[in-house]
């Protein structure tokens, strides 16, 4: 039997979806940013998080049974060791443009943190060139955004390494434990685990804590929270004011997914896992209005009310992870909603990708985000319900083959 959230369903709906980000290829290097049709925005530069993310999900898909997969995989390595790659001062540059300009030299800790996700996902899948590749970026990241007297990430360096920004971001940080995790199954090497628990810990078991579960995501130089960073750029699409609800709900999986990987796990884990989900749900979930706002404040009111699809994917993600957790039926109920929604309002049924953004009303808009560009949130909802929690999916994906 097939419905929305179904294994049939979602083996379904994540074909359509790969053949849908296909068409991001581009032959000279890297991934187009794909307008609603598929087609490429030629108006968007070369995104290092795109390119990554891109790799990402090719290299899972190889694992899981699509042939096809491996050479857009190898393509996507390919492009981070010459298109986005430093050669002088190494690491990666976040944007490039089509003609190799670079308009922004500075270093991200978000993008590193996806060239080292998917350079251990594609060294899992055996793909030529990733095991140099997962070989220099976990240096680099160990090296330059690594800072172990915080226990934390560092934002954003210069191009030669040489400055350090005094921004800090939870965001980069989440995306840093996801990557951690991964890098830890592929490489062996417990230290990623290790340093994933310790911005956890700091992040989550302190700030969000501190502040009712709403996770703080901005911090200046010494890590105390700037809550009112950027509050008159309230729907910036990587540093937004506010409260975030769907990252509240990646936390929530992420730290049962490392709980899920530790022999002795802290129960703190689980329990900072449902508190965040139930705060995120408090604050986004309306009985009588589809979708989940990406912001609110620091009293859980919406501010921007626009409905993204990484917000939905994250949260029935979490619900689903919450649900293998613990097997309460709660969780279950939730997952079924946002399935549903998903299948009403997300998924475009002439293409199989995602619509990246909605109103509160269910149209569609375009006030952050433009086109379809990320199958990443996407894939992850269709694909990580079928897989246990630990190992991450670049080792267990292929059972499920």
Sequence with gaps: MSYPGSVAWRHRARRKLLAFARRSLRPEG??????????????????LWINARMT???????????????????????????????DVNGGWYDRVGFDGDVPDRAKGCYGHAFVLLAASSAKAAGVEGAEELLTEAALVHSQRFWDPDEGRCVEELSEDWSHVDAYR?????????EAYLFAADVTGDDIWRRRALAICER?????????????????????????????????????????TPGHAFEWSRLLLQLAAGMEDPRPWLGEAAEALFARAVDDAVSDDQPGLPYTTDWHGEAIVEERFHWVMAEAVLAAEALHTWSAKPVYAGLAERWWNEIDEHYIDPDTGAWHHEMSPGMQLTSRTWRGKPDAYHAFNALTLPDLPLAPSAALSIGADA
């Design 56 to 86: 990402y999900v090719f290299s899972l898909a190889y694992l899981a049974g699509d042939d096809k997969a491996l050479e857009l995989a190898t393509h996507g390595v390919r492009a981070l060791a010459t298109v986005f790659h430093d």
């Design 30 to 47: 890297g991934f187009y940013w794909l307008d609603d049709t598929g087609g490429p925005d030629r108006d968007k530069v070369l995104e």
């Design 169 to 177: 971001g939870a965001n980069s940080n989440m995306h840093s434990v």
């Design 203 to 243: 992040i989550i078991g302190i700030h969000a804590r501190a502040h009712d579960w709403r996770i703080p995501e901005h911090y200046d130089h010494d890590w105390t929270p700037v809550p009112t960073y950027n509050e008159d750029q309230p729907a910036d699409p990587f540093r937004p004011f506010g409260a």
